[in-house]
């Protein structure tokens, strides 16, 4: 009989545990978890706190007893696991309630211990709270009665989804970034769509917003602001818990992930490690990189546990999907950002477009802001955002899954995608956004609504082919009036220019830019139209 | 300058001609359309019938007027087209309310012209409407008022988004399939969920009716049964509308579909087709198929645009992905059912699961019904079918991108699908259909739900690993109750037997399994559990 010992018993490491014993039913199976509780809802966190999940028991999947009980795993919880000996292959499990140690030998050793908030170096820090664990959220919970104001430091997705929640507990909240954008992994024209969305339901939302002293009942920002805030909660983002590893001399990347090979084996071959404590492998460089996610930490698991048990596989490439929802909106994105592309110096093609969610003749539909970054060497996919009220997971699903399946962005055109008008388009999104991308690498030319400004500089016409009335309420500076249904009997006016046609999402600047540039006409579309230039520059 | 004629005005059609116009400013492009209406929505046609889409405007998508000042498109409503001269490389072109005929040249034709209702051969048949243009519509709807009753002869698609829309109208609605099944594109133990969803509603759903008669107030089925109609609309399918291609000489395939090749064009190099009319390839055979689906029309009008133009492209095969909706629940498919594949003699694996549509600790979720075809030669997703009142559009969105990527059915379990706990879970239904098929790809031994009573006839024992309250609220006739975490003290009743165990969607039932065979039982897990078995059992 052999012995597994399990650090961590939420996502990854309870995954390895329940896939092992299905896998070998003599194996000994010890998980330890330094908090109370195992196995419980860490994403449900914020909404348990925000009373949308309302009995605390929904968080605890599981407990020590049922996984005893169906797997027949021995589960220790406030257990801290420390001194890996490797050479004897032990390990040494401290009951934090009771202080009673034991030296556990192990065959195979698992590390799935998350990660820890990150608390950054600011006076008064101790006030503030973090959200990870059900103590966590307890410890809020308790604080809460009688809290009218609340400020949230980090603007990720921990970030907003307490910002949704606390406001649903009619707190007062204002979200600090220190950024100049909310939600790093979103490009700041698709971040800000989720700003305007808090802002519309009451949040205030600071960005560049730079965090120096925290007291008792408000913090202080280095520009002199003064945030009112009765409850502080640090949600800057999250550092691999790798301190046991290093310690044990295990290897550690430059990001304080442990280090793990495509079987997830870390540099000790009877060690593995997985989730939010080890580093994953990006699925467009290949770099290492950290993405904390419960579905990798989940899938990662169940491999870990199939290559304990003899089974050769692999793990895949992350492409780090991930989504948050908040008051109703859904921001979605996948693989990576135009700014990851650019800071990478990748040669990259980058669409916009603002289509309906479904039909928009059925009832009920609503706006999505779909964006595109593809590689203009091989039209690959390289990631995409999506914004919207509904629909928005959908399409993100649907891209990380072509991009998984190795499809290029122009065979995006070519999804057959399940199309009834409550659903969708009989042109989805999706395709809409293949075509386009079907367009760019076959030669048609777009700006990008940061190069606007440079455009006009060097000479191009900034043409509004929208109609009279739409021009009228509100057009990008400098901009004269076609309409594109003119244009055929105006196109005199253009002879000898170069025009960048826009209109309000891009899809009548396309009709006139095809129009143009078969007459003779230099021309490019503004990628996204009015919509997207005005997301940033219109306050 | 050449000119081109197209041969209808609806999806296929007019994406041919918008394409063709952005591609080629100087080109005659002519569009006949042998109704009164253009590029209309037709897929909201039901909806409008049912005063969901209140403004029949909304139907009318463009008008002729509206195609000539954006694309200056030669449109023609209310023109048939008849008499290709393929020699002469004319069409005759017949103004239906004025007699007015005219020979039109062309350089390239392309044919659209979509599919007509079948018409079974039923006394009083020619009482009943069809529904498939604007006309159609507006007839039905002149014809309502006064009506209680109606039958729908037919249960696919058209016949149950009618049902709906119909009742909506507060009319009482039968729909009567020929068939012992509605929906044919998915298998029985999935359309059922549909047909309860239907009757739950108020709709009387009768399967294995064969309608022989059709009077002025209601209709007679061969069995004698007499069902009241006020109103009557055959539904049944349509036939590609293929006559004046097959008058032209042009070849047209066993199904009346219009023969192509994989640039669309016809027998004739100079003459196109596409949309309902034309055959397709089915991506799991290669084999020529009939798809009636909008998106691939528009697709193929796009691509037709672009050969015509000078570009070199070919179109995909086709998955043939579909979704209904009908009274908040969600039926959708992609490729082959498991009938399908049976009756072509493919070796299948079949997986069904029941997961709910996000975290079930969060408030809302709904169940979903999923059901997989697997080769099991290669391991290569043949189909999917999946019903549920939510998520069900992203799960087959997801597996037909998939299938496009000629990812395995085992890879699904690797997909990174964005995850909150509003739109999934850590493990996704999608992954989990995956890991179910990494299982069985693995030697994991299911049975399915037809295959219990053959199991217990070879002398299985049938073991209910549920607990003893679910037991005895009902379970498999001859089932022994062991619940699967008394199965470790209890594993000596099993001794020297072959198990078939079963739980209520699979979850327990694949513990268990694992379990008897680690500890040498053979075993197998009835696929679905009690669920599935019971969805065809329990009536």
Chains 1, 2 share one sequence.
């Not at 909310?182 to 969305?197: G, S, T």
Request: hydrophobic residues 45%; negative net charge; aromatic residues 4%.
């Amino acid at each position: 009989m052999t012995t597994t010992v399990i650090v961590g018993g939420v996502a990854g490491g309870m995954s390895t545990a329940t896939r092992l014993r299905r896998r070998d039913e003599k194996m000994e199976i010890i998980v330890v978890e330094a908090s109370g509780y195992v196995s419980f809802a860490n994403c449900g966190l914020p909404y348990y706190l925000g009373d949308v999940i309302e009995d605390r028991d929904e968080l605890l999947l599981q407990s020590p007893e049922s996984l005893k009980a169906r797997f027949n795993l021995d589960v220790r919880v406030n257990t801290r696991a420390s001194d890996i000996d490797r050479a004897a292959q032990t390990i040494a499990l401290t009951n934090t309630l009771t202080g009673e140690r034991v030296t556990q030998a192990y065959d195979h050793l698992v590390l799935s211990p998350g990660a820890a908030p990150v608390t950054p170096n600011i006076p008064g820090i101790e006030k503030a709270h973090t959200l990870r664990t059900v103590e966590d959220v307890d410890r809020i919970t308790a604080a809460l009665a009688g809290m009218e104001t609340a400020a949230l430091i980090g603007g990720g997705f921990i970030g907003l989804e307490l910002a949704e929640n606390l406001a649903h507990r009619g707190i007062d909240v204002t979200v600090l970034e220190f950024s100049e954008q909310i939600m790093a992994p979103l490009d700041p024209e698709m971040a800000i769509y989720v700003q305007r969305h808090l802002e519309n339901n009451g949040v205030t939302v600071l960005t560049g917003a730079d965090t120096v002293n925290i007291t008792d009942k408000q913090v202080e920002l280095r520009d002199g602001r003064v945030i009112p805030a009765d409850l502080v909660v640090a949600a800057i983002g999250v550092r691999p818990a790798s301190e046991l590893a290093a310690e044990a001399g295990l290897e550690v990347g430059e990001r304080g992930g442990i280090v793990v090979d495509d079987a997830q084996r870390t540099s000790d071959p009877a060690i593995f490690a997985l989730g939010d404590a080890a580093e994953k492998r990006d699925a467009v460089s290949g770099d290492a990189t950290l993405v904390p996610l419960a579905q990798t930490a989940n899938r990662h698991g169940r491999l870990i546990a199939d290559v304990i048990t003899g089974r050769k596989t692999t793990s895949q490439k992350t492409l780090g999907t991930a989504i948050v929802g908040v008051f109703g909106l859904q921001a979605a994105s996948v693989g990576w950002s135009e700014k990851r592309a650019r800071a990478a110096e990748r040669d990259i093609r980058v669409i916009h477009l603002h289509p309906q969610d479904h039909a928009g003749y059925y009832p009920g539909s609503s706006q999505i802001h779909l964006k595109l970054v593809v590689d203009a060497a091989d039209d690959a996919i390289l990631g995409a955002q999506v914004v919207g009220e509904a629909g928005a997971d959908k399409r993100i699903d649907v891209i990380a899954t072509a991009m998984r399946g190795g499809l290029t962005a122009s065979d995006l055109a070519d999804l057959e995608l399940a199309y009834a008008p409550q659903f969708g388009s009989a042109k989805d999104p999706v395709n809409m956004a293949g075509f386009i991308a079907d367009n760019l690498a076959n030669g048609e030319k777009t700006a990008q609504y940061h190069e606007v400004e440079q455009a006009v500089a060097d000479g191009w016409t900034l043409v509004d082919v929208r109609s009279e009335g739409e021009f009228a309420r509100g057009t990008i500076p400098g901009a004269v009036n076609i309409p594109v249904d003119d244009l055929h009997g105006r196109m005199d006016e253009l002879a000898d220019q170069k025009v960048l046609a826009f209109c309000r999402v891009g899809q009548r600047g396309h009709v006139a830019v095809s129009l143009l540039e078969n007459s003779g006409v230099e021309a490019a579309n503004l990628d996204g139209g009015y919509l997207t230039w005005s997301a940033v520059n219109i306050h």
